[in-house]
């Protein structure tokens, strides 16, 4: 079974800092990539995805990722946060040929203004 | 104004009692999921069905049961069987290329 892994669970920083929440999963084959974020009682949205052609991607709100197949690694980035990107975010993992997303466990992010 | 409906937004289950959480959807999507979600733990896959009348056991099944009677619909029991209901649970639907749409979610707690 693939697993999803993302090595920060709490990332405290102040605005104007530069983000990279890392993402790594184990599937070896074909995935479809992506980043989901739950803004204080919001429901959880798509941040951005991945499924072929430029590996770097670029979402909403100004954040990016880039997948690096060589490494099974997504990482989610923003060169400058603002307050309102405190967030819970979340990478997911779908294997080629299944449409259901392994889920990491989640990066807490709080931007202090 | 499309999206996924579920109700109710707070829960509380008695030992012993079942319940039944509402999910409703009118983005005309073939897929639904339920998950669960703990502190610390992501989002965990309870239940998903892929077509009407059809529906597959997910990573944490035990002491829960769903149904899928119409496309709109994917209501989710937690049974008394699951000795461990607290949390928020979470219910998506997905387009041809896995891309989800949540509910905002509906928060169960034991008495």
């Known amino acids: 079974a693939q697993s999803v892994s993302q090595h920060n669970h709490h990332v405290i920083l102040s605005e104007a800092a530069s983000l990279e929440l890392g993402c790594n999963y184990s599937?070896?084959?074909?995935?479809?990539l992506f980043w989901y974020v739950q803004y204080p009682g919001q429901h959880l949205q798509l941040l951005l995805k991945?499924?072929?052609?430029?590996?770097l991607v670029k979402g909403i709100k100004g954040f990016e990722a880039e997948f690096i197949k060589s490494k099974f690694s997504f990482n989610l980035r923003k060169p400058s946060v603002q307050w309102s990107d405190t967030a819970e975010y979340f990478c997911?993992?779908?294997?080629?040929?299944?449409?259901?997303?392994?889920f990491g466990r989640g990066t807490s992010l709080i931007v202090h203004p | 104004d499309g999206g996924i409906t579920q109700s109710p937004k707070y829960l509380f289950r008695k030992e012993g009692q079942n319940v039944t959480l509402s999910c409703e959807q009118n983005?005309?999507?073939?897929?639904m999921y339920w998950y669960r979600q703990d502190p610390g733990q992501g989002l965990r896959l309870i239940y998903y069905?892929?077509?009407?009348?059809?529906?597959q056991k997910g990573d944490i099944a035990e002491g829960y049961s769903v149904s899928r009677e119409k496309k709109e619909s994917f209501p989710l029991t937690v049974t008394s069987a699951q000795k461990n209901p607290t949390a928020f649970y979470l219910c998506?639907?997905?387009?041809?290329?896995?891309?989800?749409?949540f509910g905002a979610g509906t928060r169960l707690s034991v008495l």
């Open positions: 599937y070896g084959g074909t995935v479809n």
């Open positions: 997911a993992v779908a294997s080629g040929g299944s449409y259901i997303p392994t």
């Open positions: 991945y499924f072929s052609g430029d590996p």
């Open positions: 998506a639907s997905s387009t041809a290329k896995n891309i989800q749409y």
């Open positions: 983005l005309n999507h073939d897929a």
């Open positions: 069905s892929q077509i009407v009348n059809d529906f």
